[in-house]
């Protein structure tokens, strides 16, 4: 058989015992259901606030303890779990109306509106969100650290989220008053820039800032936590603009997302050393979310402005990410790192950048949204499957089973959340002989509260992609199964390599094949008629159903690889560990070596 798969440019390493799969039955369909994984992931989102405390929600997870939960910077005056505070609850806050509109659900519950005014209850006066510095440094009240760290400071990380989520309420809702406290928060945003002639930055990237001085703890001396870091860090910045923009049409927001991108692009942020991403490689070093959380901005402008400037700097920095992971959505939480951990920021991160990629007009992107998500989101989130209880139940043989099923009871709220830092294929990336002790690094798994609202977005960004409807037609970007205003679209199971499109408007279609699929075997068919394939749409990589009428069918199929893939992972320098991977198209069957504890691809 003639193979002409690609796959060298879509699968780093070597390849080999590739054969092509070409079902003669009846497609299956795919059993990978992102309604099902929003429904589970509001379970969390729901379980996870704590109604007496005002809905502060839990940073500090520990699945397989007892507690789950043990405060990893001790409880104080500002929160039970001060590390939460303008980070978890604000990332959480996107997400509920996100997973109810794929869930299917209207109306907000009291958790989702707590969570809510607790976060309106951080803004001043001055309309930026102030808090405890908690989250930012990882410490308090550390004998070296400054006196600042006491009290509140201004945030523009948890401002910049809270704009986002005023300025999708009012996309939602078209309640002016929206589009107006949107204003007032993008108007103080905008006065702590500094400027380099028309390129702005922030000094000290996401440092909190009090009185016109930034908290950017360079003289404060050692154990000040991550702040030190965070300092010379990128900040969070332009999504937030590009987003506000996008629902409320403010043009100044979108040329103050020119400028800050500009300024990325040029450098102009002082003092960054290693942490700046190297404009013609893509590479920097440290803590990968805090990149590529900036990065996603760059990408979405270059999407909605068509300016390639962005779209390349985005491009080199999501690929050395990359290069630093899988193909199958893991990737490092740091570069580099001592052991390989993922963070779900970072794949969620990484799923928004491939998206807005794709939607700037390059479409092969859209098979890195499909593999993260269909892999490591699928296989990353949180239920008490029988091997987690078995676990369990035997790292707590010394308590009464009563104790041990009450902790269970407690678990179930967490159902649907995400596994923060998953190794390759192991929901423990924490092993040690005393697992199972409380604590968010003792137990065993990591689910620190960052991640799980994250991983979400991942899911939501994939969910957004499949059917869009744009000028030109309607475009079919992925194999996943929605229900769509334009269209329905049903996908056959990966290894059966194809989806059928119910068409719900008239107008032209536009149906995307994975980039690696063999284009002498793509077949297309219009109700039960073949059609010969034409090709169109950007970057050439769909086919094109001409003027297609309400209640027709569209059926495509392509061959499907099935194949073994070895590579030596990169973010553990010296380690090299090799790899192996066994494929179905764009789906994981299994990963070597298999996780010890709880394997999360083996089936
Ligand atoms: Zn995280």
């Known amino acids: 058989?003639?193979?002409?798969?690609?796959?060298?440019?879509?699968?780093?390493?070597?390849?080999?015992?590739?054969?092509?799969?070409?079902?003669?039955?009846?497609?299956?369909?795919?059993?990978?259901?992102?309604?099902?994984?929003?429904?589970?992931?509001?379970?969390?989102?729901?379980?996870?606030?704590?109604?007496?405390?005002?809905?502060?929600?839990k940073f500090s997870l520990g699945p397989l303890g007892i507690p789950a939960l043990v405060p990893f910077l001790a409880s104080n005056q500002y929160g039970f779990d001060p590390i939460s505070l303008g980070d978890t609850d604000c990332r959480m806050d996107w997400q509920y109306p996100h997973m109810r509109a794929m869930a299917g659900e209207p109306h907000a519950d009291a958790v989702e509106i707590g969570v809510r005014r607790r976060i309106q209850s951080y803004q001043r006066a001055d309309g930026l969100l102030w808090m405890n510095p908690a989250a930012w440094a990882g410490t308090l009240d550390s004998p070296s650290a400054r006196e600042g760290l006491k009290h509140e400071w201004a945030f523009t990380w948890a401002t910049g989220k809270w704009l986002v989520s005023l300025a999708e309420e009012y996309e939602r809702s078209r309640d002016a008053r929206f589009a107006q406290e949107a204003r007032v928060i993008f108007q103080a945003l905008a006065k702590l820039l500094s400027w380099d002639?028309?390129?702005?930055?922030?000094?000290?990237?996401?440092?909190?800032?009090?009185?016109?001085?930034?908290?950017?703890?360079?003289?404060?001396?050692?154990?000040?936590?991550?702040?030190?870091?965070?300092?010379?860090?990128?900040?969070?910045?332009?999504?937030?603009?590009?987003?506000?923009?996008?629902?409320?049409?403010?043009?100044?927001?979108?040329?103050?997302?020119?400028?800050?991108a500009d300024g990325h692009l040029a450098g102009v942020q002082p003092d960054m050393e290693e942490l700046r991403i190297d404009p013609v490689t893509g590479a920097f070093a440290k803590h990968v979310h805090l990149h590529t959380h900036e990065v996603w901005g760059v990408a979405h402008l270059g999407a909605v402005t068509g300016d390639p400037r962005y779209l390349d700097w985005a491009e080199q920095a999501y690929r050395f990410v990359l290069s630093q992971g899988t193909d199958f959505g893991w990737y490092p939480?740091?570069?580099?790192?001592?052991?390989?951990?993922?963070?779900?920021?970072?794949?969620?991160?990484?799923?928004?950048?491939?998206?807005?990629?794709?939607?700037?007009?390059r479409p092969e992107f859209w098979d890195h949204v499909e593999r993260t998500v269909r892999n490591e989101l699928r296989r990353s989130q949180f239920f008490l499957t029988p091997a987690f209880v078995a676990l369990f139940?035997?790292?707590?043989?010394?308590?009464?089973?009563?104790?041990?099923?009450?902790?269970?009871a407690e678990l179930r709220k967490l159902e649907g959340g995400f596994v923060a830092q998953a190794?390759?294929?192991?929901?423990?990336?924490?092993?040690?002989?005393?697992?199972?002790?409380?604590?968010?690094?003792?137990?065993?798994?990591?689910?620190?509260?960052?991640?799980?609202?994250?991983?979400?977005?991942?899911?939501?960004?994939?969910?957004?992609?499949?059917?869009e409807a744009r000028p030109a037609g309607v475009f079919i970007n992925l194999p996943f199964?929605?229900?769509?205003?334009?269209?329905?679209?049903?996908?056959?199971?990966?290894a059966d390599g194809g989806f059928r499109v119910a068409a719900k408007q008239a107008g032209d279609y536009f149906l995307r094949p994975p980039t690696w699929a063999d284009r002498a075997a793509v077949k297309l068919q219009r109700g039960d008629k073949s059609v010969a394939p034409v090709w169109g749409g950007p970057a050439n990589a769909y086919l094109l159903c001409q003027a297609v009428q309400p209640g027709e069918s569209l059926t495509l199929h392509w061959a499907v690889p099935q194949f073994k893939q070895v590579f030596a992972a990169q973010s553990v320098p010296g380690r090299n560990q090799s790899v192996t991977v066994e494929w179905s198209g764009n789906e994981v069957l299994s990963v070597d070596p298999r996780g010890q504890y709880l394997p999360m691809f083996q089936t």
């Open 333 to 361: 939480e740091y570069i580099p790192q001592h052991e390989y951990r993922t963070e779900i920021c970072v794949v969620g991160d990484m799923t928004s950048i491939a998206a807005c990629l794709a939607r700037g007009g």
């Open 481 to 494: 199964s929605r229900d769509h205003a334009a269209a329905q679209v049903t996908a056959f199971r990966p």
């Open 393 to 408: 139940r035997k790292i707590h043989p010394d308590l009464p089973t009563a104790d041990v099923d009450q902790a269970l």
């Open 197 to 260: 002639g028309q390129r702005a930055f922030l000094p000290y990237g996401l440092a909190p800032w009090r009185n016109g001085e930034w908290l950017h703890m360079q003289d404060a001396g050692k154990n000040c936590g991550w702040g030190g870091e965070h300092s010379h860090n990128y900040p969070f910045f332009v999504e937030p603009m590009v987003r506000y923009w996008e629902c409320c049409g403010d043009a100044e927001a979108l040329a103050l997302a020119r400028a800050m």
């Open 423 to 467: 190794t390759f294929d192991d929901w423990v990336g924490y092993p040690s002989p005393t697992m199972g002790a409380p604590g968010m690094y003792a137990n065993g798994i990591q689910m620190m509260g960052c991640c799980p609202p994250e991983g979400m977005r991942g899911l939501w960004e994939a969910w957004q992609g499949i059917v």
């Open 1 to 57: 058989m003639q193979m002409n798969h690609s796959l060298g440019s879509s699968f780093r390493g070597e390849i080999s015992n590739l054969t092509i799969h070409r079902s003669d039955k009846v497609p299956a369909a795919d059993d990978l259901d992102l309604r099902r994984m929003a429904a589970a992931a509001l379970n969390y989102l729901r379980g996870n606030p704590d109604p007496a405390r005002n809905y502060e929600c």
